[in-house]
DNA sequence: CGCACATTTGACGAGAATCAACTGCAGTGG
DNA sequence: CCACTGCAGTTGATTCTCGTCAAATGTGCG
């Protein structure tokens, strides 16, 4: 990161105020012109069907960017959702510089593809997710995502980390039932799989979790 | 389209020889370095788990661009197969031209980004369809979509398309069993909400699938 | 004709949804 | 201080969707 972006950077930062649960960060359709980093919280992209079903196609957590999308122009395909309590920076201006002028930000610039190609990836994982795998790999497999993605920021010792979501909303991220996300838990618990405890998850053995998630090792 | 970019595409173009199914155009992992037109056939992109399952994540039909990223240097992140005998050509030089100097090639480049923020779109669209959609409602909302994008190449008068999957590939878009696909086909044969014959569907009545897709008509 | 492959059928079981009720708990206000 | 409220989590009973296994039928093709 050279010195004209780390002068960016810390430019003075304009601090939104606390944004609650529920509420909508970019409605479905709407310009994607004002990418925010989450401080904290978490944001989901929200479809639903005309009966009231809800399928949460990606999550973003603390340290990612939300209502951003590297092409200009672009506009939310989803609507971008609060699943938490929420603090975000508006970080318009650090997007804009390194998208138009990629060359006098070399970093920045790689850092927004590298946050775009995984965002890519991760909507990849998410289909074969919910298309392919059982409740219990569905679960091991969104674990160990979340673990790998909080760790870069906040390396963790116990492989633990944050899980703030209710089981409802976990629901609708794995496309499955409140009852059933609940159940499966408790059985992942009895198994030593996973500890959860005021919120936040704990992964006991990650090569194991790594071997319900890919299937080999049977329920 | 302005002259510069007729000739571009005009230029004689490179026919690769027909590819035969199941062949792989770029593998997991590779570079995206060498976009292609479909001239007819199909293409997916797979991911396996381990144990064999196989979950295809978006589909591209002729017309269609594949092995494409508009992001330069991006890679693979399923591998690309053809479902179908392919006819392709290669079309990396307009492409490179239309990515590398938008403002010479405007129509080209905002072609390429709008297929880019439709496969983005699609994506969405096949994340809701095998997390929270039932059976007979993927398949017609999967017809509506395949209709959709035939329609804009090859329009049709009668609500015709091609369809040249097996139902047991279809099954691995759909994340269903072979077995269940078939059931679920003949179902909707008999309530008349598809016609399948010699390779192709066609939609007697395109309102009545929408309301099957959306879920607003119970099974 | 015979082969390979796609589609179809039946019987059965497993995984997940649904409905309804109950528990635990934090916050609120009397 | 404690009833009251609302919400998240839990449980049981039941139903439904879908998967699996196996076999049969249909179809294009050398």
Known sequence: MNVRETALISAD??????????????????????PKLILSGWVGLVRLLEDGRRQIVDLQIAGELTAFDIRPGATAKAAYV?????????????????????????????????????AYSRL?????RVGRMLAHERIAHLALDLHRRHDRVVPSLSNAFPMPLTQEVLGDVLGLSTVHVNRTLQQMRRDGLLK????????????????????SRPA
């Open 82 to 118: 609060a699943l938490t309590p929420l603090r975000l920076v508006e970080v318009g201006d650090v997007v804009d510089a390194a998208t138009g002028q990629p060359d006098r930000f070399p970093n920045l610039a790689a850092v927004l593809r590298m946050a775009d190609d995984d």
């Open 124 to 128: 990849l994982d998410q289909v074969v």
């Open 196 to 215: 959860t405890a005021g919120g936040s998850w704990q992964i006991p053995d990650l090569a194991l979790l790594n071997e319900v998630a890919s299937g």
């Open 13 to 34: 930062l304009p601090f939104s105020a606390g944004i609650a649960t529920g509420h909508e960060i970019a409605a479905l359709g709407s310009l994607l012109d004002r």
